[in-house]
């Protein structure tokens, strides 16, 4: 019979070393890639989006949203599995990261900006602001320093995509949406830190959390969007109720980010005091 039990009780340090299995470097290798085309299905996603985005009616706007969800979705998850393949030890000759934000500025800012525009929530003849937060997010994604080293989205991260959902579905006056996608696009060049809830951390986890809880709070809004909307509207009452309450975790999200700003600038203050008391004593 085996000791196994004996090893139970002694420390950490001393037991037994457990062999992982090992995959052959041909079955890694095609896991890699396997984990490049899901990334991949994003360009996919997002033609579909085009499509539906293009055809301009209720339901092919709901269509859109959907499909947004569901991008952000592989977004969100092909990370993880990079990680636990090691995808950039595997395939060192193709950059995952070129290819995500090749994704991600269709899935997050030129989809979502384009029915901004067919859906016509801006103001009559104001739709020409569009082109700042399709520049102001082309400038965030080329910043070397986008995401910091201790795990933050420095200056608004460009999720245009909600943006446009709850423009959507909320239908704030257009003067009152003109003014937020402006505000949101200026954001992007003021270096508040913002959560990168994919990075490991206490409060990224509480977040991927309640961001559960949202995205199916999301599902019932889109699921209650009305294929023809009633009295010119995008959403009826019930409809906008949900999406008032899934507004909670946006605002969570921006609240929380702009604490932890506010907290990362008072300590760097108080270093930069420190500094100078140290540099005036004798």
């Known amino acids: 019979m085996s000791d196994l039990s004996e090893h139970v009780h002694l420390p950490a340090s001393e037991r037994?070393?457990?062999?992982?299995?090992?995959?052959?470097?041909?079955?890694?290798?095609?896991?890699?890639?396997?984990?490049?085309?899901?990334?991949?299905?994003?360009?996919?996603?997002?033609?579909?989006?085009?499509?539906?985005?293009?055809?301009?009616?209720?339901e092919s706007f709901r269509t859109a949203f959907v499909l947004?969800?569901?991008?952000t979705l592989v977004d969100a998850t092909d990370g993880t599995f990079a990680r636990m393949i090691k995808i950039k030890e595997t395939v060192r000759g193709f950059d995952g990261r070129r290819l995500d934000d090749l994704v991600d500025?269709?899935?997050?800012?030129?989809?979502?900006?384009?029915?901004?525009?067919?859906?016509?929530?801006?103001?009559?003849?104001?739709?020409?602001?569009?082109?700042?937060?399709?520049?102001?997010?082309?400038?965030?994604?080329c910043q070397v320093d986008a995401k910091t080293p201790d795990g933050y989205f420095l200056g608004f991260p460009s999720y245009w995509n909600i943006v446009a959902f709850y423009l959507y579905v909320l239908q704030p006056p257009p003067g009152l949406a003109l003014g937020l996608v402006v505000a949101l696009s200026l954001l992007t060049f003021v270096p508040f830190r913002y959560l990168y809830a994919?990075?490991?951390?206490?409060?990224?986890?509480?977040?991927?959390?309640?961001?559960?809880v949202w995205c199916?709070?999301?599902?019932?809004?889109?699921?209650?969007?009305?294929?023809?909307?009633?009295?010119?509207?995008?959403?009826?009452?019930?409809?906008?109720?949900?999406?008032?309450?899934?507004?909670?975790?946006?605002?969570?999200?921006?609240?929380?980010s702009w604490g932890i700003t506010a907290?990362?600038?008072?300590?760097?203050?108080?270093?930069?005091?420190?500094?100078?008391?140290?540099?005036?004593?004798?």
């Not at 037994?16 to 996603?45: D, E, N």
């Not at 947004?68 to 991008?71: C, I, K």
């Not at 889109?222 to 294929?227: D, F, G, I, N």
């Open 16 to 58: 037994p070393k457990r062999r992982r299995a090992r995959l052959h470097p041909a079955v890694r290798k095609l896991l890699a890639w396997g984990v490049h085309f899901y990334t991949a299905t994003g360009l996919i996603l997002a033609a579909a989006m085009a499509v539906a985005i293009l055809h301009g009616t209720p």
């Open 68 to 71: 947004m969800l569901v991008a």
């Open 105 to 141: 500025f269709q899935t997050y800012v030129t989809l979502p900006l384009l029915l901004i525009w067919q859906a016509r929530l801006l103001p009559p003849g104001q739709e020409g602001w569009l082109v700042l937060p399709l520049l102001a997010a082309a400038y965030g994604f």
């Open 198 to 212: 994919t990075q490991p951390g206490r409060l990224n986890r509480l977040t991927n959390q309640l961001a559960a």
């Open 216 to 256: 199916v709070l999301l599902v019932v809004v889109l699921w209650l969007l009305p294929s023809e909307p009633p009295a010119g509207k995008t959403a009826d009452i019930r409809t906008r109720v949900w999406a008032a309450v899934s507004l909670a975790f946006p605002a969570y999200y921006l609240f929380i």
């Open 263 to 282: 907290g990362y600038w008072r300590r760097r203050r108080r270093e930069r005091k420190k500094q100078r008391n140290a540099l005036g004593s004798p």
